[in-house]
């Protein structure tokens, strides 16, 4: 369990980084997000184990008023944080309150979800995987695009069969969507459009739970991985997109 809380964009965004054992001889980071979404609230994105020394750091930043689980597979971690932050508002993804039922999760994301933090957190659900229902966010103030599962970044594995599996799925040594994160969409047409609307908002950074951030030219990046899809590949982007 790491002790340190990183910032990422000054002022803005930070880092706690984790490790979790997907298989024997497997690995694979992880990332959790503090956000900033006014001068004393904080958002917990994609939340991963810490201990007290890193809820000092959160606490020295100011209040955690929301926790997020972006999609039906970011919630291993989610109790122990709704147990620590109480009094915070969970937003989960439309899957979980059948998989999490013990858990009490009235606030959902997806398509018609209009979370309060919206004006600085912009959400975007992806249509198209069922099984994935992920939303990304793009933080405005920062022109960052936030993505759980939906691009990998991986450079550096540990563990002896981490390389063999990332290769197989094709998400090592570049960023990409991985052939799991692509087995998962059902509708092809659909994911397209949403990639291709997000597409043409204003962002360049990108940061995603699984590897390295992208510190400029995210947009380009991100249509490049998913320019298998239709409508983001074949020349149907807005200019903006294509740029």
């Not at 000092?56 to 930043?61: H, K, Q, R, S, V």
Request: hydrophobic share 45%; glycine share 8%.
């Amino acid at each position: 369990m790491h002790t340190t809380l990183t910032p990422v964009v000054a002022g803005h965004i930070w880092e706690c980084s984790h490790e979790i054992r997907m298989l024997p001889g497997v690995y694979l980071p992880a990332r959790m997000l503090v956000i900033r979404l006014e001068e004393d609230a904080l958002a917990l994105w994609s939340p991963v184990p810490f201990d007290d020394a890193i809820a000092g750091a959160i606490g020295e930043l100011g209040r955690v008023t929301t926790i997020i689980a972006p999609n039906n597979y970011h919630h291993l971690y989610l109790r122990p944080a709704m147990e620590r932050y109480p009094e915070a508002s969970t937003w989960a993804a439309p899957g979980l309150p059948a998989k999490r039922k013990t858990l009490h999760l009235p606030n959902l994301l997806g398509v018609d979800a209009a979370p309060p933090f919206a004006h600085v957190l912009k959400p975007f659900f992806l249509e198209g995987s069922p099984a994935m229902q992920e939303t990304v966010f793009q933080h405005l103030p920062t022109r960052t695009l936030i993505v759980t599962d939906a691009l990998f970044n991986l450079h550096r594995t540990r563990g002896l069969l981490s390389p063999l599996l990332y290769r197989l799925t094709g998400s090592l040594g570049k960023p990409a969507q991985s052939r799991i994160w692509r087995s998962t969409v059902q509708d092809r047409a659909a994911m397209g459009r949403s990639i291709a609307a997000l597409l043409n908002e204003d962002f360049d950074r990108v940061i995603m739970a699984h590897g390295d951030i992208i510190p400029t030219g995210g947009k380009h990046i991100f249509g490049a991985a998913a320019a298998w899809l239709p409508g983001v590949g074949d020349g149907t982007l807005g200019s903006e997109g294509s740029r």
